[in-house]
């Protein structure tokens, strides 16, 4: 099995700060990452696949990068909709995810 | 637009079925280019991928849930099923089905999420 383990596990930040979240993957997974934020109570939501594609509708201050076995997640200028979990997800063989990165105030 | 509805028994006991349903609008599930997949949330825990189907039969599970699952596709109802023998406390969670894009395996649009407890 693929084992992804995502950096740090908790991040304290401030609206405006540019926050970097970083997934390892156990083995080389090339670009197949997704990345996932998830709020109290409600179902994820897609902000990045194939390491670095930016779904529809997510604003742009979300960005991924990375291939092989290391990936990053950045947020540009933290806004308050942003305090959240993020998951990032491999889908190389088969799938699975991340513990997760709480982001708070 | 696109909506995905899970439905089925918040409550199961120990070493019953657990069986949900996903209702898919906005979309049919015999559209070609994508999956139905479903996934996991234990309380106040992290995501676990249970498996993803296509309509027309391929089946892929978790390696380790795979002997106790089985996701079935109903296209005169547009839905799509998970099934989950043996279960045990383990088991209890936020189940959420999901659509993924063929060929890519990721979720591009969730389910709410329907709470499950295992408890006699």
């Known amino acids: 099995d693929i084992q992804m383990t995502q950096s740090p596990s908790t991040l304290s930040a401030s609206v405006g700060d540019r926050v970097t979240i970083t997934c390892r993957a156990s083995q080389s997974i090339s670009n197949w990452l997704a990345w996932y934020q998830q709020k109290p109570g409600k179902a994820p939501k897609l902000l990045i696949y194939?390491?670095?594609s930016l779904e529809s509708g997510v604003p742009s201050r979300f960005s991924g990068s990375g291939s092989g076995t290391e990936f990053t997640l950045t947020i540009s200028s933290l806004q308050p909709d942003d305090f959240a979990t993020y998951y990032c997800q491999q889908y190389h063989s088969p799938s699975t995810f991340g513990q997760g990165t709480q982001v708070d105030i | 637009q696109l909506q995905l509805q899970e439905s089925g028994p918040g409550l199961v006991t120990p070493s019953e079925t657990l069986s949900l349903t996903c209702t898919v609008s906005?979309?049919?599930?015999?559209?070609?280019?994508?999956?139905w997949g479903w996934i996991r949330q234990p309380p106040g825990k992290g995501l676990e991928w249970i498996g993803s189907g296509y309509y027309s039969g391929s089946r892929y599970y978790n390696p380790s849930l795979k002997s106790r699952v089985t996701i079935s596709v109903d296209m005169s109802k547009n839905q799509f099923s998970l099934k989950l023998t043996s279960v045990t406390a383990t088991d209890a969670a936020v189940y959420y089905c999901a659509r993924l894009p063929r060929g890519d395996f990721y979720f591009d649009s969730w389910g709410q999420g329907a709470l499950v407890t295992v408890s006699s």
């Open positions: 194939e390491a670095s």
């Open positions: 906005g979309d049919s599930i015999r559209n070609d280019n994508y999956y």
